[in-house]
């Protein structure tokens, strides 16, 4: 018998290099068991499987490994002798009134004008209970895709306060601004004094003394010290602390869960990569006690004394979140900024690799939780001097367009809320061809009180017309159709 399959579902062929381990208890035509390339694969004998009398086979005997449900089998060949090409015109199905119950054969081709007849095997009929097997595969497959459901993460802002690291949840946060002199008149408890912002009263808070419980504890002041400003029961308020790490997106999965009735101020803990713990906050609990000081500082309430409510901008709720009109400030060399709702999240630059034989911007990747990401280098895309030592400390992780990447820059200058944004009116020539990306400016206060103007760095055309644009034109390969 001359026995045909098509050849897209046949993935190799191979000889019995090895012992085929038997299975006791299996199927008739079940043979054993091969390994290959520490595969496990049940082979198939098929001379059994037809069943015809003499089912043996010889040591030139090959395997052909097919896929039949998303599994790989072996089936036991006398030879492999040809791959041929047949039009749809030389097949010729056979008739269901002469095919019984075990319809293995579906077709016959007829070679040389006829001469010669090879039989198409249909693999969907390979195993008389096919059906069981199907159902079984897709039960596995339902159970993988459930295992392999995203678990649900958070964002977190990170700070550092005498030495360790604490998380905010990213919906606590308004703002992050420099560190400036601040009306200690309202100096009270854990209250350092207030601050002025955008015409507003933000009370604000040593982070020490409401961490520590200890009151008369310093407020830290330092080149890294920073404010970061958080809402909580209609109540704005800023937090004084040694510096701002990162924005860090954090699996529900990954945080370690303290004693029940042990610290109701905290939501648990996260290790980091570099053994490094970071306690997250439950802010609410924290400042509860305090929230009557805070709000008569900040001269908040439900409504003033004219019935009106309060201001849009010391609201809690999404109009006015991080994510909202706030940009992250970085440098690479010259000071860009990234709209922050376009951040997934902020890593070290540790652990990248390099792609061999390739140059550019785009010629190293992380492993980011098992997710390959393409590191788009800045400095390099936009022609800017200087080398590898100089800078390129962070990670910006980034997602548009179903496509994950991470911009390396130097380092990362600060959070800014910025509500106009400005059309971009000209660039210098080493930009001119990445205008798409660097469509917009916005004024930004340094801590000199210098104002510049700082290039909004537009990711989604960066991703989509420079990284997936260029790869469309890499050529494909393609398999021609109806070989068996």
């Known amino acids: 018998m001359e026995i045909a399959l098509k050849a897209e579902q046949v993935t190799e062929a191979t000889p019995i290099n090895g012992v085929i381990q038997k299975l006791p208890g299996g199927t008739d035509f079940l043979e054993g068991f091969m390994t290959l390339r520490e595969n496990v694969i049940p082979v198939i004998n098929l ?32 030879d492999i002798k040809e791959v041929f090409r047949a039009e749809s015109s030389l097949l010729s199905p056979i008739s269901k009134a002469l095919q019984g119950d075990d319809p293995i054969i579906s077709d016959l081709i007829k070679l040389e004008s006829g001469k010669r007849v090879v039989e198409l095997l249909d693999l969907n009929h390979l195993f ?56 200690e008149m309202f100096k009270t408890g854990i209250v350092a004094g207030a601050l002025d912002i955008r015409g ?15 009151k008369n504890s310093p407020c830290h002041r330092g080149e890294d010290t920073r404010v970061l400003v958080l809402a909580s029961e209609k109540c704005a308020f800023g937090m004084i602390v040694e510096g701002v790490r990162d924005i860090l997106t954090i699996c529900d999965d990954d945080i370690l869960r303290f004693p029940e009735g042990k610290d109701e101020n905290v939501l648990g803990m996260y290790q980091r990569p570099d053994d490094q713990n970071v306690i997250l906050l439950n802010m609410y609990n924290l400042v509860c006690v305090h929230l009557d000081s805070l709000k008569s500082i900040a001269r908040l309430s439900n409504e003033d004394s004219s019935g009106e409510q309060p201001d849009r901008a010391v609201q809690t709720g999404t109009q006015h979140l991080i994510t909202e009109n706030c940009y992250l400030i970085f440098s690479i060399g010259k000071k860009f900024a990234i709209e922050l709702k376009d951040v997934q999240e902020i890593i070290e630059n540790v652990g990248q690799m390099a792609i061999p034989a390739t140059d550019g911007y785009c010629s190293g990747v992380i492993n980011l939780r098992g997710l390959v990401v393409p590191v788009i280098k800045l400095k390099q895309f936009y022609n800017y001097q200087g080398s590898r030592e100089d800078g ?55 801590p000199e009180g210098i104002r510049e103007h700082v290039l909004v760095l537009n990711t989604h055309n960066l991703i989509r017309n420079h990284l997936q644009s260029s790869n469309s034109r890499e050529p494909s390969s393609t398999k021609p159709d109806g070989n068996v």
Not at 202 to 214: D, K, M
């Open 200 to 214: 507003k009263t933000i009370p604000v808070v040593n982070s020490l003394a409401l961490l520590s419980g200890e």
């Open 128 to 183: 008389s209970n096919a059906q069981a097997v199907l159902d079984e595969k897709i039960t596995e497959a339902q159970l993988l895709s459930e295992s392999a459901k995203p678990s649900a993460s958070s964002c977190y802002v990170v700070f550092r306060c005498s030495g360790q690291e604490y998380g905010v949840p990213v919906q606590c946060a308004q703002e992050i601004t420099f560190y400036s002199e601040i009306d």
């Open 47 to 78: 001379k059994r499987r037809f069943g015809l009398t003499e089912d043996g086979y010889g040591a030139d005997a090959r395997i052909a490994v097919v896929s039949i449900f998303n599994r790989s089998y072996g089936l036991l060949f006398d």
């Open 392 to 446: 390129g400390h962070n990670l910006i992780i980034c997602c548009s367009h179903g496509q994950t990447v991470a911009l390396e820059v130097d380092h990362i200058v600060t959070i800014h809320k910025q509500e106009q944004y400005y059309e971009t009116p000209s660039l210098a020539a080493q930009l001119s061809d990445k205008k798409d990306t660097a469509d917009r400016l916005i004024d930004y206060l340094n």
